[in-house]
């Protein structure tokens, strides 16, 4: 996007949704962004058509599968209606695959003109249109479930909070510093966090405490990967995420 003129500013979450008006085809991916380009909006619909080639979209039936489908939601406070572009999208409102998005990139509040056009353009205001069609609620149901990409997975985080245990392997941290510096201590706790109902382990091998000491990369290495490896083999591990906050 970058290269192509278009700095990305914020982004929703990501669901995977039902397929909607063409039912028989797989999930999709649904998402939103905002961000900020000097191109304008036909230049910026080509230039999106260009990077949906680049990315394999070729032409397909219409509403049916496809690898990326880019869309101009809103363009500033712009009503745009030209053969090629219509602008704001002509059904935002009716698509909860696209609401859902749209309500985690613009949040509750009304910052600024744009966004309050952006209400405006929706007959009963962006949060009821939202509503109506089911509002929170539909977050976590089988056809909008928000996930996030783990290791050629999707994590499903919408049906319930993900509970995360933090492991420090250092013996400076603000907590519990220099209780798991060894590894046979660093995993009897995982084994406990497993058992404690952690959906999530995360890592930390160097303190950012204030005043503490820096180590090199070397040493931050030397802290993770023993223990690492070790709890890769426990059976336990199965099904939970291990992401690692490294310093370097
Ligand atoms: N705001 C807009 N964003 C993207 N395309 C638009 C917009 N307004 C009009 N269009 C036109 O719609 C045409 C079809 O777009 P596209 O191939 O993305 O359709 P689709 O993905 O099947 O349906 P939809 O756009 O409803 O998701 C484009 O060639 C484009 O000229
Ligand atoms: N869930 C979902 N369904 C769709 C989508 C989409 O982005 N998400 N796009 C379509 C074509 O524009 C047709 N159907």
Redesign the pocket.
Known sequence: MKKSGIEITRHACLYETEPAYVTEQPLFLNSAIRGVTKLGPHEL?ST??KIEKELGRTKGI??GP?PI?????FYGKYRINSE????????IFERPFVMAPLVDLLGSAIDGDTVLRWHYFSKNGRFESWEKLGGEALIGKDGLRSVLPVNNQLWDWSKRTSVMGILNLTPDSFSVGGKFVSVGSAISRVKTMISEGVDIIELGAHSTRPMATKISVEEELDRLIPVLEKILKLSEIEGKLQPIDTFY
């Open positions: 619909l999106l058509k219409r509403y496809r489908d880019l869309d101009i939601l090629i572009v219509t602008v704001p999208h002509e059904r």
